[in-house]
């Protein structure tokens, strides 16, 4: 009887590690691919800052006349 007992314990404790080790899988799937997103962000956010800047630059020309 306590054989019987201990087995099932431990299927039970198995199945309990097996389930967490796939719920853990999944999580890092899932923050692997928001980590990736942000990296996309990121750059495309770093692309369109120096757009703005350029365009500040081209709107400003070369500063204030010169009057001679």
Same mark, same amino acid.
């Given at each position: 009887?306590?054989?019987?007992?201990?087995?099932?314990?431990?299927?039970?404790?198995?199945? %309990?590690?097996? =389930?967490?080790?796939?719920?853990?899988?999944? *999580?890092?799937?899932?923050?692997?691919?928001?980590?990736? #997103? @942000?990296? %996309?962000?990121? =750059?495309?956010?770093?692309?369109?800052?120096? *757009?703005?800047?350029?365009?500040?630059?081209?709107?400003? #020309? @070369?500063?204030?006349?010169?009057?001679?």
């Amino acid at each position: 009887m306590q054989e019987q007992l201990n087995k099932r314990n431990t299927e039970t404790f198995e199945q %309990a590690i097996k =389930e967490l080790y796939e719920k853990s899988y999944d *999580q890092r799937v899932y923050v692997d691919q928001l980590h990736s #997103g @942000l990296l %996309a962000l990121q =750059e495309r956010l770093n692309a369109l800052e120096q *757009q703005l800047i350029i365009q500040k630059v081209q709107l400003t #020309g @070369l500063g204030p006349s010169v009057r001679n």
